[in-house]
């Protein structure tokens, strides 16, 4: 098993404690009670829900297990050899066998507390499906609910990127990733109940991290943390995870490029998320990596900024330029191997 220590905590919404001990030293830390006075956090019940936002349209995922995304079914695609997944070339829910289903709030809210307990852990909302803004744009479906939050006033207003809004039932899981581009994140639960892993960023070594120039999910690790195969994953048993359990109005800090999984453990649970974005990056593997396909991309005039798309075009001239794949490829394993 691998090691585990206790993520550290503060007690309320002490962010000027937060700023000067773990904000810029890029230390993870539970914030406990600090979204306790939101009204989010006092009105969002399924019935309140039910109640102000029941017609609403969401969309929802359904994958063919427990984890969010289902990365497993895909090595068994590649070990049968029937059909190779290729994530640079493929839609998400593709790769991990999940359909996408437009629902309303109240159909999908009877689901997540009346469904099988086996179907309730296979939904799944959140991430970068309906999120209550985009790069300052506020999604007009949610905004009956935008008001009953706060966002931390350690975030400046205009590096803010994305608010997430998560709902998922009981024993969903989140599968082991940092965030895409390496945005800060302060996340909140709302109602219900996770336990959050996180490793630092050099543990990567140990993680067995997705290689982006075989055109797989690179922010994913290849690892099933919550059933490790260490036949496969040896490593995986050295590396140190640091563990938390999020109650009602807690929030927990996740530094930029810290990994980090998820149990839901509640049976409604609900969270809100902010991702900014900052110019002092720290070095670690992870950043050295996404700073080093920059370079590559903006060498190769595949647009310099690091969005999927400009990334998707730069592995596909990587395909077609096998003897510049094959150092760019033994760099990213070198990097990641230090
Ligand atoms: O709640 C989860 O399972 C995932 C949340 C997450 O990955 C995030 O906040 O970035
Ligand atoms: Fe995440």
Known sequence: MNRMNEIPKIVGDNFDEFVSKYLYADIPVILKGAASHWNAVKKWSADYLIQTMGTTQITYKKTGSNLHPNLEPRYLLEKSGKEKGSYATKKTNDFENSQFIESSFESYIQKLLTDSFEDRSKYFLGGDVDNFSFFGKKNPKLLPLFSDFIIPPCIPENKIERIGFWMTGRNANSWLHYDGGGACNINAQVTGKKTIYLYDPDEAKNLYMFLATHGEPLN???????????????????????????????????????????????????????????????????????????????????????????????????????????????????????
């Not at 590396?239 to 927990?252: I, K, P, R």
């Not at 900024?305 to 070198?334: M, T």
Request: with cysteine; proline share 4%.
């Open 220 to 338: 994913f690790s290849q690892v099933n943390f919550l059933n490790p195969d260490f036949n496969k994953f040896p490593l995986f048993e050295s590396a140190t995870a640091l563990v938390g359990e999020l109650e009602e109005g807690d929030m927990v800090y996740i530094p930029r490029y810290w990994i980090h999984g998820f149990k839901h453990t509640g049976n409604l649970n609900i969270n809100v998320n902010f991702w900014w974005n900052t110019d002092n990056v720290k070095l670690n593997p992870l950043s050295a990596r996404e700073d080093y396909f920059e370079r590559c991309k903006s060498a190769y005039d595949c647009d310099g900024k690091f969005d999927h798309q400009s990334l998707i075009n730069f592995i596909k001239l990587l395909e077609e330029n096998p003897a510049i794949k094959n150092v760019v490829e033994r760099v990213e394993k070198s990097i990641l191997d230090a």
